[in-house]
Structures are given as structure tokens and as C-alpha cells.
């Protein structure tokens, strides 16, 4: 008696395989941006748009929910013999067509103008059997679809990972040069299994190790060139900022001055020669229904955009606050919005936020727990 496959037990190890292949991948871009990039899968065709702090990946899924405007959008099958210029194996091929979907999604395309995926805030929708894929084509298409999302939504990454325009543009383009690099080494490997197969000689897969090695002699070339000019753009946004600072009129520092002086929570104002300082009253952030006493800070905000918190009453250890360790914080999101305004001279703007900033905890991202502080009795 012939024995059938376990078919449910072959599906659940590739889908194990593909998603092995992805961790990396996801790990590599988490490490780039500085913030999670995960892989959702979902039971059904549809999943809810997790709108929370980093970039997510649903693949083989549409945004919805039950009860949100139906099921989801419109959608039906079809069949997608090629994603991002890669032919996808016979019996994989399984595809959304979604209509309207410019309610539910910016559409992404690939270079031959099909929609492979949706881009709804920072959830990315893959419309294409992704984990259904053989883990090398699974991995790269990966990358490929997330090289798109996040080229798409360049402008709400800024804002979810508080990076400098030049900064993100930079390891963007090394993303995308190590998924063109990942790209030839698929190819790579189709060519080596049809050649095993007598339909394809050798010269190719040589042509192919020999563009391989150039372009990762290119991709170390540029990633120092990249390096360098973060460093040079970097040294001249600080000129930019002390010759701005330098023909500021008088008037419109005093005015700047005296703006401080009258936010609630400052008690004095001095400013120096690159520098201009905020002394604060005593700070204290309520946490789990309980307050602590963190103490009074003095703000160094410097002409050419640099920025220290010092705490000047009591700090634990070398940490000012739960999320600023020797005068450096962790700024996250607003991070871009301070210097922004330091760079404007908007030094009452600035203050205005980082007041608040050190009157809030966030125990997902603190350095140091704020249960080390004193409890505040009042």
C-alpha cells in the first residue's frame, strides 16, 4: 500500500525554511534603521494594520478586519509568473488582485509595473505567496519588497526613526545595493540547477561570479564613500548652523531669551558664548500610578545644534534620566524636530519640547528604570 505524503507537514517545514532565510534579513534592515522590522503572518486573508513604532511585513495578506468597511478590499485571485524580475516556480505563482486599492494601500510595484504589495503607514502588504517561496528566492524577494515600501514611504520613516535625511537616504542605498548583490547570487544558483540539468553551460555561471565579485568590490567602495560623506555633510551642517547663529540678530536672540524665561517649569536663562543654558525646576514623572523625584536639569543648548541634558541634583549613577546616560538622550522621534529647530534658532520651540520630553517615560525605550529614583512624597 503506497503511503501518501504528509502535504500539511511539507507546507509547515517550507514555510519554516523561508522564514529562517527571512530572520536575517529582518535583523539587517532592524539594525540599519534602528527600529523593528518584523514579519506578521496572519490566519486569514486579512490582518489589521498594526500602526505602532517600526516597519511591518504581512505576507500573502490585505489590510482589514471584521467589521471595518467589510472583510477588507475587493479583492480576487490570480496569478504573478514573475515578482521583482524573477520567475516564481510553477504552483507558487498564487496572487491578490485588489480593486480600488488605492483606499486600502499606496500600491508597490516592481520593475515591470505589477503590483506585488501595499503600503498602508507602516505595514506592508505583500499581495504574492512570499514563504511559499524556496528560501533564497523567499530572502531576496524579501528584500525586495522591502527596499520598495521603504523607498515609498521615505517621508513617515523619517519620523519613525528619527534619522537625518542624508543619514536614511545613505543606508538606503546600502540596503539596496546588498539586495542587488543578493539578486545575482539567486541568479547565480537558478543557472548553476539548470546547468545540472542540461540547459544551461558554465560560461554563464562564470559571467556570473565575475559581475558578483565587482559589484561587492563596488558595495565596500561606496559604503566608504557613503561613510565619508555623512562625515563631510555632518562637519558642514555644523558651519551652516554657527555662520547662521553668528548673523542672528541681537533682537531675535533676546526675543528667544525672554521667551524661555516665561515657560513654566524654568527658573533662569543665561546664555554664553556658543551656548545658550535652561535651568529647570525640580522634575518629577508619575509611573505606574506612583511619582518619583528625578531633580532639576540643565539644558546646554549649543549654537552649531548640539544638545545635553545634565541633571545637576540627582542622578543615578552616570545616568541623568531614564533615557539620558552622561547629558547624551535618547531623543527618538523628536529627534529630527529638535535639531530642526536648534538649526532655525527656535531655541524656545526646543525648550518647550524637551521640557516635556524629560517630564515623560517610556519603559519600552528607557536606558535605566525610573523605579531607581526616590519616590516623590507629596
Not at 236 to 262: C, H, K
Not at 313 to 337: F, K
Request: with cysteine.
Amino acid at each position: 500500500m503506497a503511503i501518501q505524503p504528509d502535504l500539511k507537514s511539507e507546507h509547515s517545514r517550507s514555510l519554516e525554511a523561508s522564514l529562517a532565510a527571512l530572520s536575517p534579513v529582518l535583523a539587517e534592515y532592524s539594525e540599519a534603521l534602528g527600529v523593528p522590522v518584523r514579519l506578521e503572518i496572519a490566519r486569514r486573508r486579512i490582518a489589521r494594520p498594526r500602526g505602532r513604532r517600526g516597519w511591518t511585513l504581512h505576507p500573502f495578506t490585505m489590510p482589514g478586519r471584521v467589521g471595518w468597511l467589510g472583510l477588507g478590499p475587493d479583492a480576487s485571485r490570480m496569478t504573478l509568473a514573475t515578482v521583482c524580475g524573477y520567475a516564481l516556480p510553477a504552483g507558487r505563482r498564487t496572487a491578490w488582485a485588489v480593486r480600488g486599492r488605492g483606499r486600502w494601500g499606496r500600491p508597490l510595484q516592481d520593475g515591470e509595473g505589477q503590483v506585488v504589495a501595499l503600503l498602508f503607514g507602516t505595514d506592508v502588504y505583500l499581495l504574492f505567496d512570499l514563504l511559499g517561496q524556496d528560501p533564497p528566492l523567499a530572502r531576496f524577494l524579501g528584500r525586495a519588497v522591502l527596499d520598495l515600501s521603504l523607498e515609498a514611504g521615505s517621508s513617515l520613516l523619517l519620523t519613525v526613526t528619527g534619522l537625518g535625511p542624508a543619514t536614511l537616504r545613505a543606508r538606503l542605498r546600502q540596503l539596496r545595493q546588498a539586495t542587488e548583490i543578493e539578486g545575482l547570487e539567486v541568479s547565480a544558483l537558478w543557472r548553476v540547477l539548470d546547468a545540472e540539468q542540461g540547459q544551461e553551460s558554465g560560461i554563464h555561471g562564470e559571467a556570473l561570479e565575475a559581475e558578483l565579485h565587482r559589484l561587492e568590490l563596488t558595495m565596500r567602495t561606496s559604503g566608504r564613500q557613503v561613510r565619508e560623506m555623512e562625515r563631510r555633510l555632518f562637519q558642514a551642517q555644523r558651519r551652516l548652523s554657527e555662520l547662521t547663529q553668528q548673523r542672528a540678530p541681537a533682537e531675535v536672540l533676546a526675543r528667544e531669551f525672554d521667551r524661555i524665561a516665561t515657560l513654566p517649569g524654568v527658573v533662569e536663562v543665561e546664555v554664553r558664548e556658543v551656548v545658550l543654558q535652561v535651568f529647570t525646576e525640580p522634575i518629577v514623572v508619575e509611573y505606574g500610578f506612583r511619582r518619583y523625584r528625578l531633580g532639576r536639569f540643565r539644558m546646554d543648548l549649543h549654537f552649531d545644534g548640539r544638545l545635553f541634558l545634565r541633571n545637576l541634583t540627582n542622578r543615578y549613577e552616570t545616568y541623568d534620566h531614564p533615557h539620558i546616560e552622561s547629558g547624551r538622550p535618547c531623543l527618538g522621534n523628536i529627534q529630527e524636530w529638535i535639531h530642526r529647530l536648534l538649526a532655525q534658532g527656535e531655541f524656545a520651540a526646543a525648550t518647550e519640547l524637551l521640557l516635556q520630553y524629560l517630564k515623560t517615560v517610556n519603559p519600552a525605550d528607557w536606558r535605566k528604570a525610573v523605579t531607581h529614583w526616590a519616590e516623590d512624597a507629596e
